[in-house]
């Protein structure tokens, strides 16, 4: 029964206590809670698509934590401190000297996970000016963002302006390459020059080939006339056998012999076959034989000779015609080259201007992009503003009275089993009363 007394009595005690202490703190000194409400958004990458996607878990998170550190940065918490709301409370003039380091200790940001919301809440005495203080650092918070947002822009916009200029000045340099080959080329129309060049060449190419068969026919001839002189049958071709045929020395030769011999009968019969005539006449015979033979064999040379040469000569009629065609088609064909030389190197040019014209195109609608997005974006804005608490945040009442009951329970119990066993040394070490 006494435990019971005690542990009720302790539990009766705390309680009370703890409902004087709840009681006399809310009439003094009360603390209240004020919370802002803050929202992160990712970085907007074009002003045509302000609305950045759906993010996911890990993206918000990403952009929450971004953000978290910034909102209780000392930047912002000084630029919280000079507003004009936060310099007209007397939370700040009563000790404006550590107003730094007590709005770092007793401001707290969380961010609530899978959100990209963070939340800044400050606990004090001062029931009317927290909201003050509280919104104070979230508009700072918001002021500062936008700046660091707008610092990165300003640094992607200068990134462009130096990537545009170096390309306009490579587009630059391509275009006076473009205009001194057509200088170079000292042809207005380099492409329809080009083409009749390469008519030319389809044209002159047949003319070659043809040229080419002749000297080759040539060359056969000439061969075949070579080894027709070597076994001798030069004499037998027809236009050599017509010549020696009509060739009037030749012609009177054999007349001349034909008559001797007519007349040799009657001279063997008139003189004798031993006559000295006789011999004489034999020996003018073959003589003229000998003449008519030799002159025979003077005209074939003759003759073969001419057709050797004619032969030779037509062969190098053929071949200068010949060598001259090459020569024009090569000149032709060399400038056909350095013509389609100029029009690869050309078009190539004309690429690279092309493609570099598009990627300044480009860079001149991003910086549109990037001024536009520079006025409008916001990386935090504040989505729920403090207000003035409506009640104390502690001490509480659920909280307090509990406590002080549990503290009276706790104690009593301990109490009740610690008494018995103080009462117990004391008799032991008592000495026994003498009789």
Known sequence: MKTLGITILFLVAFTVVAAIVTATWLQVAPWYTCTAILEASSPVRSAFE?????????????????????????????????????????????????????????????????????????????????????????????????????????????QFRSEQTSLADTRDRIRADKAKLMRDAQIPDVTGHTNVLTMDLQQIAPQVSALELELAQADQQLQLFRRQIQSGDIAKLPAVLQT??????????????????????????????????????????????????????????????????????????????????????????????????????????????????????????????????LTEYMPLQVMELAGTPLEPSFPKWSVMVPAGAGTGLVLGLLVSLIMPLVRRRRTTAEPPASN
């Open 50 to 158: 302000p609305t950045p996607a759906e993010l996911t878990k890990d993206d918000q998170k990403a952009v929450a934590a971004r953000y978290f550190s910034l909102a209780t940065a000392e930047p912002v918490l000084q630029t919280a401190l000079a507003s004009p709301e936060v310099r007209a409370t007397t939370w700040l003039q009563n000790s404006p000297g550590d107003a730094l380091e007590r709005l770092t200790n007793g401001l707290s940001c969380s961010v609530p996970p899978g959100t990209s919301i963070i939340t800044l809440s400050m606990t004090g005495e001062h029931k009317t000016e927290l909201p003050d203080i509280v919104n104070a650092v979230a508009f700072a918070a918001v002021q500062r963002s936008a700046e660091i947002a707008n610092r990165e822009q300003q640094g992607r916009i200068r």
């Open 244 to 373: 020696m045929e009509f060739d009037p020395s030749i012609c009177a030769l054999e007349n001349a012999l034909l008559n001797m011999r007519a007349r040799l009968p009657a001279m063997e019969r008139k003189y004798g076959p031993k006559s000295q005539k006789y011999i004489e006449y034999v020996g003018s015979m073959e003589s003229m034989q000998k003449e008519a033979d030799a002159k025979r064999q003077e005209l074939l040379q003759a003759q073969v000779n001419s057709i050797v040469a004619n032969t030779e000569a037509n062969k190098a009629t053929i071949l200068g015609r010949l060598t001259e065609m090459r020569q024009k088609y090569r000149m032709i064909d060399l400038c056909v080259r350095d013509l389609r030389a100029t029009l690869s190197a050309y078009a190539q040019l004309e690429e690279q201007d092309k493609t570099l014209t598009d990627q300044i195109n480009r860079i001149d609608s991003r910086l549109v992009d990037l001024r536009i997005v």
